[in-house]
């Protein structure tokens, strides 16, 4: 798809996610928060749900961490506009609370369109929830961090602990400032495989 495509149907998916009402979110949501960066991405990171600042001012990870999510990139020499960033609900749960599964399941089909649209090489899911959308039943976030999955369609999925939950936990943190570290090979792996064939819901390959 060209990239003039691609920007004109985010837009309308935007457009649609701004006036949604398909979970009950739509009532206590400030702003949506629908995700955004370079449709032609390699990369979409995807978090859990939109915070408070999210909310307010309907940017996906723009509080502190946001900030750490910015450094992370910085780290492998990427800026926030070289990739796409979203979330699994497009709308704050109150008072952050986890996501329904309802939600998900209503959220969903926006986040699938986004993946579609963009095309990315690899989906890098950030934290329990993100992970489990895309991994569902493999095991938790401990288990899976920093291994690389496939997935038919979705091609790479490559799981990393929450920028949020690694903030105030010095241990978390250098765990996720070195797993971060991997995504440059990461890359450079997976673009090394001719077409891999996509036989397997879910192929674990330890990295
Ligand atoms: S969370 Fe998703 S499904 Fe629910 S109202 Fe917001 S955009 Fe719609």
């Known amino acids: 798809m060209r990239l003039e495509e691609k920007q004109k149907k985010l837009a309308q998916l935007r457009q649609e996610i701004s006036k949604c009402q398909k979970c009950p979110l739509a009532k206590s949501r400030s702003r949506t928060v629908p995700g955004e960066g370079d449709p032609n991405a ?53 008072e952050n609370r986890d996501p329904e599964p309802e939600e998900k399941a209503a959220c969903q089909p926006y986040l699938d369109q986004q ?64 797993d971060f570290k991997k995504i440059p090979d990461v890359l450079k792996k997976i673009k090394a495989e001719a077409k891999p064939a996509l036989e397997k819901e879910q192929n674990l390959t330890l990295f």
């Open 42 to 94: 390699q990369i979409i990171f995807i978090g859990e749900a939109p915070g408070f600042n999210e909310d307010q001012q309907g940017i996906p990870f723009c509080g502190a961490a946001g900030k750490f999510l910015d450094e992370l990139l910085e780290s492998i020499e990427m800026k926030r506009q070289d990739v796409f960033i979203a979330n699994t609900l497009k709308c704050r749960p109150p």
């Open 115 to 178: 993946i579609e649209i963009i095309g990315p090489e690899i989906i890098i899911t950030l934290g329990k929830h993100s992970t489990e959308t895309f991994l569902p039943g493999v095991g938790g976030i401990t288990k899976l961090r920093a291994k690389l999955f496939r997935r038919p369609g979705i091609r790479y999925i490559f799981p990393l602990y929450h920028p949020a939950a690694a903030l105030h936990n010095g241990n978390l943190r250098d765990t996720l400032i070195q």
